[in-house]
C-alpha cells in the first residue's frame, strides 16, 4: 500500500480531491481538506471508501501499513552492515503504556546502556503513527536505499563513525533480520530477575502492524554483550530523555 501520511492527495467520491492535514496509523482516521473548504473532514479509511489521487483504493484494513518504523530501521541498518557501517546499532525499548516503542540509533562503541545520543537519530511509534518519517529528511514509504540516503545526507559526520567492523553482531543483527523482517521487530528491555530465575528470558518480538498473527519462530539470542547486563536492572538511558 502507499504512503499515507499529512499532504497526501486523495479522492472521496462525494468531495472529490482533497489533501490529508492529519492521520492516526493506529485507528485508521484521518483529517482532509477538499477544495475551498475552510473546515478539514474526518474521515475513516475503513469504512469511507477513500482513494488515492491516480483512484488506487485505501485497504487500509486488508494491507494495513506498519504503526512503527521499527522493521524499515532493521533493513536499513541490515543494508549498512553489509556496506561496511557496522558500528550502527539499533536500540528499542517500550513507552511505559506498551502502546508504542521508541527506537534509538548510534554509532560507535557498542555500549547498549550508555549510549550517544545524536539529534535525529531517535523517536517513538507514537510519533510515527501520525507523521510516518524518521525525522531525517525522508519521505513517507521512502525504500531502504532511499532511508540510507537521506541519513548521508542530513549528517553525514554521524554515519562516519559507524564505519568499522563488529562481525559479532552483525552476525546477530543479520539472522534477527532474516527471522523478523518484514512484519516483526525486536525489542530491547528485559525486566528484573524474578528471585531465583537463572535464564534469561526471552527477546520480546513485536508485530509492526495490524492482522499480523503473534511470532511463533525460533527464539532470539540477546545480542552481543548483552548478557553481562543480565542481573542489572536498567529501562532507559542516562541522560534520561523524554519523548512526547
Given at each position: 500500500?502507499?504512503?499515507?501520511?499529512?499532504?497526501?492527495?486523495?479522492?472521496?467520491?462525494?468531495?472529490?480531491?482533497?489533501?490529508?492535514?492529519?492521520?492516526?496509523?493506529?485507528?485508521?482516521?484521518?483529517?482532509?481538506?477538499?477544495?475551498?473548504?475552510?473546515?478539514?473532514?474526518?474521515?475513516?479509511?475503513?469504512?469511507?471508501?477513500?482513494?488515492?489521487a491516480?483512484?488506487?483504493?485505501?485497504?487500509?484494513?486488508?494491507?494495513?501499513?506498519?504503526?512503527?518504523?521499527?522493521?524499515?530501521?532493521?533493513?536499513?541498518?541490515r543494508?549498512?552492515?553489509?556496506?561496511?557501517?557496522?558500528?550502527?546499532?539499533?536500540?528499542?525499548?517500550p513507552?511505559?503504556?506498551?502502546?508504542?516503542?521508541?527506537?534509538?540509533?548510534?554509532?560507535g562503541?557498542?555500549?547498549?546502556?550508555?549510549?550517544?545520543?545524536?539529534?535525529?537519530?531517535?523517536?517513538?511509534?507514537?510519533?510515527?503513527?501520525?507523521?510516518?518519517?524518521?525525522?531525517?529528511?525522508?519521505?513517507?514509504?521512502?525504500?531502504?536505499?532511499?532511508?540510507?540516503?537521506?541519513?548521508?545526507?542530513?549528517?553525514?559526520?554521524?554515519?562516519?563513525?559507524?564505519?568499522?567492523?563488529?562481525?559479532?553482531?552483525?552476525?546477530?543483527?543479520?539472522?534477527v533480520?532474516?527471522?523478523?523482517?518484514?512484519?516483526?521487530?525486536?525489542?530491547?528491555?528485559?525486566?528484573?530477575?524474578?528471585?531465583?530465575?537463572s535464564?534469561m528470558?526471552?527477546?520480546?518480538v513485536?508485530?509492526?502492524?495490524?492482522?499480523?498473527?503473534?511470532?511463533?519462530?525460533?527464539?532470539?539470542?540477546?545480542?552481543?554483550?548483552?548478557?553481562?547486563?543480565?542481573?542489572?536492572?536498567?529501562?532507559?538511558?542516562?541522560?534520561?530523555?523524554?519523548?512526547?
Amino acid at each position: 500500500m502507499k504512503a499515507i501520511a499529512p499532504g497526501t492527495v486523495i479522492f472521496h467520491r462525494h468531495r472529490g480531491y482533497g489533501v490529508i492535514t492529519s492521520v492516526n496509523l493506529l485507528t485508521g482516521w484521518i483529517s482532509a481538506r477538499f477544495g475551498s473548504e475552510g473546515r478539514t473532514l474526518d474521515l475513516n479509511l475503513s469504512n469511507d471508501e477513500v482513494q488515492h489521487a491516480d483512484g488506487e483504493p485505501i485497504r487500509f484494513r486488508r494491507t494495513p501499513p506498519d504503526r512503527m518504523p521499527h522493521a524499515r530501521l532493521m533493513a536499513m541498518v541490515r543494508a549498512l552492515h553489509q556496506a561496511g557501517y557496522q558500528k550502527l546499532y539499533l536500540y528499542s525499548w517500550p513507552k511505559p503504556s506498551g502502546l508504542h516503542w521508541r527506537w534509538h540509533l548510534f554509532t560507535g562503541q557498542r555500549n547498549w546502556l550508555q549510549r550517544p545520543w545524536r539529534e535525529g537519530w531517535y523517536g517513538s511509534g507514537a510519533d510515527y503513527n501520525f507523521n510516518p518519517v524518521m525525522g531525517w529528511g525522508d519521505k513517507p514509504g521512502a525504500s531502504t536505499d532511499e532511508l540510507i540516503h537521506a541519513l548521508a545526507k542530513c549528517d553525514p559526520h554521524g554515519l562516519a563513525q559507524a564505519l568499522g567492523r563488529d562481525e559479532d553482531h552483525t552476525a546477530w543483527f543479520a539472522e534477527v533480520c532474516d527471522l523478523l523482517l518484514p512484519n516483526y521487530m525486536y525489542s530491547l528491555d528485559m525486566p528484573p530477575p524474578r528471585p531465583g530465575a537463572s535464564d534469561m528470558p526471552r527477546v520480546p518480538v513485536v508485530p509492526v502492524r495490524a492482522n499480523v498473527l503473534e511470532y511463533d519462530g525460533p527464539a532470539l539470542a540477546w545480542p552481543p554483550g548483552w548478557r553481562g547486563l543480565w542481573g542489572h536492572q536498567h529501562a532507559a538511558p542516562a541522560p534520561k530523555i523524554v519523548f512526547y
